[in-house]
DNA sequence: ACGCTTACTTTACTTTATGTAAGTAATGAT
DNA sequence: ATCATTACTTACATAAAGTAAAGTAAGCGT
């Protein structure tokens, strides 16, 4: 049994879980591994978030210690994400999950022309 | 870009994303990874769950051809769930949560007794 | 005749997640 | 004076997911 504030886990897999299991935090993950970013950039990269569901992840992320948030007093505001050593420690995962994700493409679905977010980050981040 | 049924993704992380980023799938897959199990069994793994919910979500693996069912014309009915192959090869990825779970919990948590779940699918199933 | 079993399905509801649209704060540029 | 900029916050609305509890179907044991 593992226990992170209070909460219980069964298996660390399902604390594993926890980190990311909602519709927008891998992607935020994905896009930090390429390089730190300011908040529109990430709002620009992933297009389909709201700018307060962005806020909200990006918070819940760094209360999990998975990124981090450096804010400069400058106005316009500047604010950076960052993964954290224990955030950049998925990429592994991330790496499992592209290598799985283009095997079931090619068992049930077609492949078109790369896309610049998956290139950048493919050939700034994995190591395959 | 992929395309799989209509669906168009920016890259295969996301497809695998779309696989199991919900509350329940990657558990099912978890317990699915120990052996093929019938329905009760599974709902008594994840005794959380509702019923409701595990037919819903053990429906949309099948028709993700992540798991297989095969009902016996018995009664009371026997209904057993199986990874598939592709289903199978998720494997890498739980290992690499498992991981990274457990490295999480070593910084953030405290860790108690192992469970019979995690002892159980880390004996069988992770080639670590 | 009746309850037990399994693998569901159905209903009626509550909770959680996400979206939409507007507002705010501070300041430099026009 | 007003606008643009950035990173949010607020209030409200809707959609998606989950829950509890009961129902169903068919046949077996008592």
Redesign the interface.
């Known amino acids: 049994?593992?226990?992170?504030?209070e909460k219980e886990?069964?298996?660390?897999?399902?604390?594993?879980?926890d980190?990311f299991?909602?519709?927008w935090k891998?992607?935020i993950i994905?896009y930090l591994l390429e390089k730190d970013k300011r908040f529109k950039e990430l709002s620009e990269d992933i297009h389909e978030i709201t700018q307060k569901t962005l806020t909200i992840k990006l918070k819940e992320l760094e209360e999990?210690?998975i990124i981090s948030r450096q804010a400069f007093l400058e106005i316009p505001p500047r604010v950076v994400y960052a993964l954290t050593p224990?955030g950049k420690?998925?990429r592994?995962?991330?790496?499992?999950?592209?290598?799985?994700?283009?095997?079931?493409?090619k068992?049930?679905?077609?492949?078109?022309?790369?896309?610049a977010?998956?290139a950048s980050?493919v050939k700034k981040c994995l190591k395959l």
């Open positions: 049994m593992y226990y992170i504030n886990y069964k298996c660390s897999v399902a604390v594993t879980l980190v299991n909602d519709r891998l992607a994905w999990k210690n224990i420690a998925l592994p995962i991330l790496e499992e999950m592209y290598l799985w994700g283009k095997n079931y493409v068992e049930h679905g077609t492949i078109g022309e790369m896309t977010c998956e980050v």
